[in-house]
Antibody, heavy 120, light 105 residues
Framework: QVQLQESGPGLVQPSQTLSLTCTVSAGSISGSGFYWSWIRQPAGKGLECIGRIYASGSTNYNSSLKSRVTISVDTSKNQFSLRLTSVTAADTAVYYC????????????WGQGILVTVSS | EVVLTQSPATLSLSPGERATLSCRASQTVSNLAWYQQRPGRAPRLLIYDASTRATGIPARFSGGGSGADFTLTISSLEPEDFAVYYCQQQTSWYTFGQGTKLEIK
């Protein structure tokens, strides 16, 4: 069964760049036919899809975050990553990585999530 | 952007009772999924394509609806079912409802 694990700093200073990595195990990113996604959830609030990436490197981003987001993939390490620039307190959230299903319509496997706090 | 509105915000029921959760879209959507989220845990896929149960999901969970109105039904609540439930669609982009908290009465 596919497993995903987020990693990265839990604290980022305002105006800096948030960087997270998702490591995929028991399944290959390369040639898998799946998209891989980042989703976030502020404390006590709902879920927001940040963007998705295909193994080829093709990306799609949430229009509300597009100017600040980059998602990349490293197939040799079976990882994909998130960069979010110019962060503010509003970016404080639990960040999840997830696999988009084969139909590209929903998210079938999720990481456990990582809390990132934006604060000085 | 498609907005999903879930109701009620909170549902108070007892174990063994039937739960019906609603999700209404701001426009017709082509697909809908439901997730369960327990405190401190990642969301878990329950239902996709409006009515198909995900792998390993008990038969007491069922989904229905089409167009812009969808429901998630739990036929007889077990103690582990008390959690927050989210609906999600992907028409132009992925959006989620704000959630329904199912709490023990």
């Amino acid at each position: 069964q596919v497993q995903l694990q987020e990693s990265g700093p839990g604290l980022v200073q305002p105006s800096q760049t948030l960087s997270l990595t998702c490591t995929v195990s028991a399944g290959s990113i390369s040639g898998s036919g799946f998209y891989w996604s980042w989703i976030r959830q502020p404390a006590g609030k709902g879920l927001e899809c940040i963007g998705r990436i295909y193994a080829s490197g093709s990306t799609n981003y949430n229009s509300s975050l597009k100017s600040r987001v980059t998602i990349s993939v490293d197939t040799s390490k079976n990882q994909f990553s998130l960069r979010l620039t110019s962060v503010t307190a509003a970016d404080t959230a639990v960040y999840y990585c997830a696999r988009v299903s084969s139909s590209w319509r929903h998210f079938d496997y999720w990481g456990q999530g990582i809390l990132v706090t934006v604060s000085s | 952007e498609v907005v999903l509105t879930q109701s009620p915000a909170t549902l108070s029921l007892s174990p063994g009772e039937r739960a019906t959760l609603s999700c209404r879209a701001s426009q017709t959507v082509s697909n809908l999924a439901w997730y369960q989220q327990r405190p401190g845990r990642a969301p878990r896929l329950l239902i996709y394509d409006a009515s198909t149960r995900a792998t390993g999901i008990p038969a007491r969970f069922s989904g229905g609806g089409s167009g812009a109105d969808f429901t998630l039904t739990i036929s007889s609540l077990e103690p582990e079912d008390f959690a927050v439930y989210y609906c999600q669609q992907q028409t132009s982009w992925y959006t989620f409802g704000q959630g329904t908290k199912l709490e023990i009465k």
